[in-house]
């Protein structure tokens, strides 16, 4: 971890052009004429022709969790692969999608952080708790929408995450709460100017002994907690080249640790990021950025019958670096032309043992791995023609699939099984198109067609996994997974104080990624033929004065199409996805620092697994959040998750249930200045 963090930080310093020290910002007049904001390019035009909800950094910082991943549970068809949050699950399980595209836990929504993807290299789930919500200004959903200049993996849409600016995050900023298991949440964030840029160091903490997973009728004297503590730290430099192109950096730190389920059972996720990022907005407008990213995981399994050790994963490491250059030419008024393209590749390794539940001893020393690679050129056009909009965009992706293995030794290394992947590659033509009419001053109609790429990750080609009795064979030979879809949609503004959305939508993966049932005891990762899901969301934004009322809800109508293997699953539901979920927040807002808000979240009925035998049922949360201002720039925080200790199962296998979060009331203060 030492080597990881000197590298990063070596990078850092490398391209800052000013020191990292705090200084007197009276004393430091922004230079004329230049303006740093540390963003992005400004959306495409085509963003509005797609299916995209903003959530505004106000939503983002008042979840009654405090945690990322439940500010997005307020766009309706966000899901991870399991219904437990980032302090209860397994972190390999924190899987990504949208419109109920799942069955999968590895993310087939592509999430990006400053336009860094920060999916795991190896599993491609993503690590909520290497982002501190604190430091965020904007969250942009698009839902489907395909691979465009987003990069390959946005297969189910895209969450772009955006770092909030001086202006948001103010010279500091911080926030330390306790709640009523005595678990402990701090975070802070320090931004001071340098010269005409600025830079941000910041950090998250929490720490608690969480709750008991296992129903009380189920427990037994290993049953634990889902305790769990995490870390993260972060540098971000924002400096000017010339009036109009910045440089942005970023160094960020992690480590989650948790337990599940069972003494002993712990698993442990760490990591090392950085990327430079260099952004134009003169005539000619550009985007060069690039990345790497250094991590870790281990795990242990205890036995649900002896409660002992029986599996410890006691290394992955992974590397994940790559890049990106957009370039916007000035060809007219009327046509915003980009083109670019981008490049993604992971790295790692698995080390586990297998070990007797009867003796303690090792039985198997096994180790798998290999190594992917993407590499996309794309060419965008967004046409403005009076009212309407017309946006289409090509993209060429190359795709590498090398070194893979998997290898099993027994107890005194002889070798007991040995799988040589053979390497291979393609190439993949994705298209998206649409137009936007604007109708009226008050009424614009949408619609879209598009296509899109997953690569399987290392874990699904090379990693078999047993959850007790079930084991889940790996499969080297699965192929890339691949999206159809289209859309329609209307958005209509009645009044100032009222913007309403409809979207209805058919999406269709093929060469679906799932683990298909063989055998009772016995499933293998495969190629579905294909996912179909047909669906309608709707969104809608009410303020009127003080008071605010947003609401997503969404209806899909998920299948599977299957044959061979996958026969008796044709007509199936995709494991782990709803048909209908709902969010709405009503909130009041007096005055600055004052806040009231509740949130009402529903999730329908889902199964747990391929063979609709395991139900989950459906589940109706409501959380509150409450700031209360006592003084200038400090404000006491109340919040409440899941008030009326509704009962969540996440998980359903055979009987053996796992439940998620109950009643928790938070307390503490806020400061920003």
Avoid at 1 to 7: A, D, G, K, L
Avoid at 15 to 41: C, H, K, N, S
Avoid at 398 to 420: K, M, P, Q, W, Y
Avoid at 440 to 465: C, D, H, I, K
């Amino acid at each position: 971890m030492t080597f990881r963090f000197s590298c990063a930080a070596c990078m850092l310093a490398a391209v800052l052009p000013f020191p990292v020290a705090a200084q007197d910002d009276a004393e430091e007049p922004q230079e004329e004429g230049i303006l740093v904001t540390g963003e992005g390019l400004e959306p495409a035009l085509s963003n509005s022709v797609y299916a995209t909800v903003e959530l505004p950094r106000e939503i983002i910082i008042t979840s009654a969790s405090g945690r990322l991943d439940d500010a997005l549970r307020n766009v309706a068809g966000f899901q991870q692969f399991r219904r437990s949050d980032s302090r209860s699950s397994n972190p390999t399980a924190q899987g990504v999608t949208l419109r109920a595209l799942g069955g999968n836990a590895t993310s087939r929504a592509l999430v990006l952080l400053d336009g860094v993807p920060i999916a795991d290299p190896f599993f491609g789930y993503v690590p909520f708790t290497a982002v501190g919500p604190d430091t965020l200004g904007t969250v942009r959903v698009t839902r489907g929408g395909g691979a465009g200049a987003f990069g390959s993996g946005a297969l189910a849409g895209t969450i772009e995450l955006e770092s909030a600016g001086p202006e948001a995050l103010g010279r500091f900023s911080g926030s330390l709460l306790v709640n009523d298991r005595e678990e402990t949440e701090a975070s802070g964030a320090l931004t001071t100017k340098l010269g005409a840029g600025f830079a941000t160091v910041s950090g998250r903490w929490d720490r608690g002994q969480g709750f008991f997973t296992a129903p009380e009728d189920q427990r037994t004297p290993a049953s634990a907690r889902a305790a769990f503590e995490s870390w993260q730290v972060g540098l971000r430099g924002v400096a000017p080249l010339s009036p109009n192109v910045e440089l942005q950096a970023r160094v960020s730190l992690f480590e989650d640790q948790r337990t599940l389920r069972f003494d002993g059972a712990d698993s442990m996720t760490e990591g090392q990021d950085a990327s430079v990022r260099v952004v134009g907005r003169g005539q000619w407008e550009f985007d060069a950025l690039a990345y790497v990213q250094a991590r870790n995981f281990n795990n242990v399994v205890i036995s649900s019958t002896r409660f002992v050790p029986v599996l410890d994963q006691r290394n992955t490491p992974s590397t994940g670096l790559g890049g990106k250059f957009e370039i916007r030419p000035p060809i007219s008024e009327a046509h915003e032309v980009r083109l670019g393209a981008d490049y993604r590749r992971a790295d790692g390794e698995l080390f586990e043992d297998a070990i007797s539940a009867f003796t303690g001893l090792i039985t198997e020393r096994r180790n798998a791995g290999g190594n992917t690679s993407n590499l996309g050129v794309f060419i965008e056009d967004d046409w403005q023609i009076g009212p309407l909009l017309l946006t289409g965009g090509l993209r060429a992706d190359h795709t590498r699939i090398e070194d893979g293995f998997f290898r099993a030794r027994n107890a005194t290394s002889v070798l007991v099984t040995e799988t040589i992947a053979e390497d291979r590659s393609d190439w993949a033509l994705n298209w998206r198109a649409g137009a936007k009419f604007n109708a009226s001053r008050r009424l614009e109609m949408r619609a879209a067609a598009y296509t899109g790429l997953r690569l399987p990750t290392l874990n699904e080609l090379y990693r078999p996994f047993v959850v007790f009795p079930v084991v889940t064979q790996a499969n080297a030979e699965l192929e890339n997974e691949r999206l159809e879809g289209f859309e329609l949609g209307l958005d209509w503004y009645p009044s100032r104080e009222i913007a309403l959305s409809l979207t209805a939508f058919d999406n269709r993966v093929e060469n679906a990624i799932a683990n298909v049932t063989l055998e009772p005891n016995l499933r293998q990762r495969q190629n579905l033929p294909a996912i179909d899901a047909q669906g309608i969301e709707a969104n809608g934004v009410l303020v009127f004065g003080k008071m605010s009322f947003d609401a997503s809800v969404t209806y899909t109508d998920a299948t599977i199409d299957g044959e061979g293997d996958s026969a008796a699953l044709n007509g199936n539901r995709p494991p782990q996805t709803p048909e209908f979920s709902a969010s709405t927040t009503l909130a009041w807002q007096p005055a600055q620092g004052w806040r009231l808000a509740g949130t009402l979240r529903h999730i329908g009925a889902q199964f747990e697994d391929d063979q609709e035998t395991d139900r989950l049922p459906p589940a109706t949360t409501l959380d509150l959040f409450a700031s209360a201002r006592i003084s200038k720039g400090v404000s006491i925080i109340l919040r409440a998750e899941n008030l009326f200790d509704e009962e969540i199962v996440t998980r359903n296998a055979g009987g053996a249930i796992d439940l998620g979060v109950p009643r928790t009331i938070w307390a503490g203060l806020r400061v920003g200045l």
